[in-house]
Nanobody, 115 residues
């Protein structure tokens, strides 16, 4: 059974940091490109950051460049999103995505940036 389980979301003040984690199971994690997406109320889901299967190549949305960092630990079947200098506009539900031969989604974790 494929599972992607996100954690690490919560309420944080503007300028604060959070680290999201996504633990994968049920498929060969190291073969898959992993991404974080987010969706705010009333908006479409958008790609935040992507990391290649071997972990050497990453890309991120312009809106988060210099603030968010994606990384992965293939030994732990886990992908991370380090989020620094958070802004209210980063408020959204964040989803983990795995894509290669198939595509899988997690249930998401809520991030709220507010004073």
């Amino acid at each position: 059974q494929v599972q992607l389980v996100e954690s690490g979301g919560g309420l944080v003040q503007p300028g604060g940091s959070l680290r999201l984690s996504c633990v994968a199971s049920g498929f060969t994690f190291r073969w898959y490109t992993m991404s974080w997406y987010r969706q705010a109320p009333g908006k479409e889901r958008e790609l935040v950051a992507t990391i290649a299967s071997a972990g050497g190549s990453t890309d991120s949305a312009e809106s988060v460049k210099g603030r968010f960092t994606i990384s992965r630990d293939n030994a732990k079947n886990t992908v991370y999103l380090q989020m620094n200098s958070l802004k209210p506009e980063d408020t959204a539900r964040y989803y983990c995505n795995a894509r290669q031969f198939n595509e899988y989604w997690g249930q998401g974790t809520q991030v709220t940036v507010s004073s």
